[in-house]
C-alpha cells in the first residue's frame, strides 16, 4: 500500500481486458496502436500535430482550434506512456501560446487557439488547468524537473495556487467556489459541469499542493464525491452538462441535458474508484449507466433528459460515449460491465471530422481498462 495519507490507494490496477479474457499481448498492441493513430497515424486519425523543432499541439478536429482540453489530455497520454518528448513538446505550446499574463485572467490558460497560437478567447476552462495539474505533477514524479517551462513540479503548484486563491486581491475569479469547493463551469459564473469532478485528482493535490493549500483540496475530494451523488440521476445515472449548485440541471443555454461533457462522469467514477475506492455510490452510479444503454446501439445514441428520454438529435461522439461506458466497468459490478468492455474492444478508434473528442476519451480507456492509467509517486523517478 503506498502511503497516500488517509486516502485508500492500493497500488494496483486492474487490467480488465485481461481480466475479460484478452491476452497480454493482444492488450498491449492495442494500447500501443492507438497512441500511434491518435500521436503518428494518418488524417483519418491523428490529433496530435508536431509544431516547429520542439512544439506540438491537439487539434480539436471537429472546431478545428487548438483546447486546454485536448492539450491537458494530450500531456496526461503522454505521461502515462513514458513518451517525455511528446509531453514536453505538448506544453511548450500551452505555456507560449495559451498562458494569460494580463487581464482578469491572468495566470489561467486560454481555453481555445488557433493552431497558428493565435488566442481565440481571452478565458479558460477549468477542466484543461485540472488536468494540466496532474500531468505536470506526474511528470515531475516520472521524469525529475528541468528549467522553466519544464520546471513541471513549481509550474503545477503555482497553477493549483491560482485556480483556488484567484480573486483575493480583487482581480479576476477563482475557479474552485470558496465556500462550497465546488468546481465551477467557468470562473466568473456560479454553476457547475458535473463532468469537470475529478475527485480523484484533488486527493492527490491534497498530497503535492503547497502545504496551505492542501486542506482546501481534501475538502474539495468530499464536496465533489457529495455533488456528483445528487447531480446524477438517481435512476439512469445520467448526468446534464451543466448544473446548478444543488445538482439540478442548468438548461439556460441548452446545456442541461446528457449530451458531449456528461459522458466523463462515466469514466471519471470509473478512475475514481479504481485509484481510491471514492465512494461505494460510484458502484451504484456505474451500474445505473450501464444498465441504461443496455438496450441501446452506438448507432442509435441520441441526446437525453437525465430521466432518459431521448431527443431526435443523435450523439455528437458515439464512439467517446462507448468509451466512458466501458471505463465505468473499473466501478461496476452489474450484468453489463463485461458487455461493455467487450463493445469497446470491438470499435476501433474514431476516423475523419469529429473524431478528436471521442479518440481523446477512447485513448483514456484503453489505459484505464488496461491497468495503465495510474498514480505517478514522488517516489517513481
Ligand atoms: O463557452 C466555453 C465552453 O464551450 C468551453 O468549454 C470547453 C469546450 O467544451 C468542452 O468539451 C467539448 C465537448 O464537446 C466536444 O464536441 C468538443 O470537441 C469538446 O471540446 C470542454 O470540456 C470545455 O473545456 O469552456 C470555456 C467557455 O467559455
Known amino acids: 500500500m503506498n502511503d497516500l495519507r488517509g486516502a485508500f490507494h492500493t ?23 492507438t497512441w500511434d493513430a491518435l500521436f ?55 505555456h507560449k501560446y495559451m498562458f ?39 511528470a515531475s514524479h516520472r521524469w525529475g524537473d528541468g528549467a522553466e517551462p519544464l520546471n513541471y513540479g513549481h509550474q503545477a503548484r503555482e497553477l493549483l495556487r491560482v485556480i483556488i486563491h484567484k480573486g483575493e486581491d480583487g482581480i479576476g475569479q477563482p475557479m474552485w467556489n470558496p465556500d462550497n469547493k465546488l468546481i465551477k463551469f467557468i470562473p466568473n459564473c456560479e454553476y457547475s459541469d458535473p463532468s469537470y469532478h475529478l475527485p480523484h485528482f484533488y486527493e492527490l493535490f491534497a498530497l503535492w499542493s503547497y502545504p496551505e493549500d492542501r486542506a482546501f483540496w481534501k475538502e474539495a475530494a468530499q464536496a465533489s464525491r457529495d455533488y456528483l451523488k445528487i447531480a446524477c440521476h438517481p435512476v439512469t445515472g445520467l448526468a446534464p452538462e451543466y448544473a446548478h449548485y444543488d445538482g439540478t440541471p442548468n438548461n439556460d443555454r441548452g446545456f442541461g441535458h446528457f449530451f458531449s461533457d456528461s459522458y466523463r462522469v462515466a469514466a471519471n467514477v ?73 463493445l469497446f474492444w470491438n470499435t476501433p478508434v474514431r476516423t475523419g471530422g469529429r473524431r478528436y473528442y471521442d479518440n481523446c476519451l477512447y485513448m483514456f480507456t484503453m489505459l484505464a481498462l488496461s491497468g495503465k492509467f495510474r498514480i505517478w509517486m514522488p517516489t517513481d523517478k
Open 40 to 94: 503518428e497515424g494518418d488524417e483519418e486519425t491523428r490529433i496530435y500535430y508536431p509544431a516547429g523543432d520542439d512544439m506540438g499541439y491537439f487539434m480539436d478536429t471537429g472546431n478545428l482550434d487548438v483546447r486546454t482540453e485536448g492539450m491537458s489530455y494530450g500531456m496526461m497520454m503522454a505521461v502515462q506512456m513514458d513518451r517525455k518528448d511528446v509531453f514536453d513538446r505538448i506544453w511548450r505550446w500551452t
Open 270 to 342: 470509473g478512475l475514481d474508484y479504481e485509484w481510491f475506492r471514492g465512494d461505494e455510490w460510484e458502484i451504484e452510479e456505474a451500474n445505473k449507466l450501464q444498465s441504461f444503454f443496455a438496450d441501446k446501439t452506438p448507432e442509435d445514441y441520441r441526446r437525453y433528459t437525465i430521466a432518459g428520454e431521448p431527443f431526435e438529435e443523435k450523439s455528437l461522439h458515439p464512439v467517446g460515449l462507448l468509451a466512458t461506458n466501458a471505463m465505468a466497468s473499473l466501478a461496476a459490478t452489474g450484468p453489463n460491465a463485461k458487455a461493455n468492455v467487450e
Open 100 to 138: 494569460m499574463t494580463e487581464g482578469d485572467n491572468a495566470g489561467y490558460f486560454a481555453w481555445s487557439c488557433k493552431t497558428d497560437g493565435t488566442k481565440n478567447s481571452n478565458g479558460p476552462a477549468p477542466d484543461g488547468e485540472e488536468f494540466f495539474a496532474l500531468a505536470l505533477l506526474f
Open 11 to 33: 497500488g494496483q490496477y486492474r487490467n480488465v481486458l485481461k481480466e475479460n479474457g484478452y491476452s497480454e499481448e493482444a492488450i498491449e498492441a492495442r494500447v500501443q496502436h
